[in-house]
């Protein structure tokens, strides 16, 4: 029962355009999202967060949208860079648990 | 301040043998929580401690185990080890327990001839 879902496994963009990331829950009780970026050996990094009483929360280059009737969150990074290239995980804060969802790889082209 | 740390890094087991894997939480935290990443599936959560005791599980078998000590440091135990767990474990610590942000280790990187 996957509560988090990352439809899409791999996303390539051109170096500094827009890069939208997509991420759908299931659990309308998950109340907090969080966005982790992870590069090869190291663990995840915390990006960028919002919570379900907000539908948009930004961060310089990185914008997440919350749209709770759909139970779909993306992420915006405007403009894309080439060390924007990474695995992004979207997360979902339900009761004491965080559940992550599969990953996006996302390329950014020069 | 120090980060989270995993130990060891790699590890290489063969089928039936146990394992046990190491993290130590940024000091302060005191909730570490395990997951499992393998390719497709993503983060899986295994388990969460705070002050020594177990408030989270998530669905793996008994084979699964770990523990936390009054450091606040965790041990994962995985026992009679299968090839399917051939993956890169991932410990988490956060000030608090459950939600929220949390900050990862570099992982141990385990695999089961």
């Known amino acids: 029962d996957q509560q988090v879902k990352q439809n899409s496994p791999s996303l390539s963009v051109q170096e500094g355009r827009i890069s939208i990331l997509n991420c759908d829950y299931t659990?309308?009780?998950?109340?907090?999202f969080l966005w982790y970026k992870k590069y090869p050996a190291e663990g995840p990094t915390f990006l960028i967060s919002i919570s379900s009483i907000k539908d948009k929360n930004e961060d310089g280059r990185f914008t997440v949208f919350l749209n709770k009737s759909a139970k779909h969150l993306s992420l915006h990074i405007v403009p894309s860079q080439p060390g924007d290239s990474a695995v992004y995980f979207c997360a979902a804060s339900g009761i004491q648990k965080l559940v992550f969802g599969q990953g996006t790889r996302l390329t950014i082209n020069p | 301040k120090a980060g989270v740390t995993q130990t060891p890094r790699y590890l290489i087991k063969t089928r039936g043998q146990q394992v046990t894997l190491s993290c130590s939480p940024i000091s302060g935290h005191r909730s570490v929580s395990w997951y499992q990443q393998t390719p497709g599936q993503g983060l899986q959560f295994l388990f969460e401690?705070?002050?020594?005791?177990?408030?989270n599980k998530g669905n793996f078998p008994g084979r699964f185990s770990g523990r936390q000590f009054s450091n606040s440091r965790s041990e994962m135990n995985v026992s009679t080890l299968e090839l399917g767990d051939s993956a890169l474990y991932l410990c988490a610590s956060s000030v608090g327990q459950g939600i929220g942000e949390q900050f990862f280790g570099p992982g141990t990187r385990l695999t089961v001839l």
């Open positions: 659990n309308s009780m998950f109340d907090y």
């Open positions: 401690y705070f002050s020594e005791t177990q408030r």
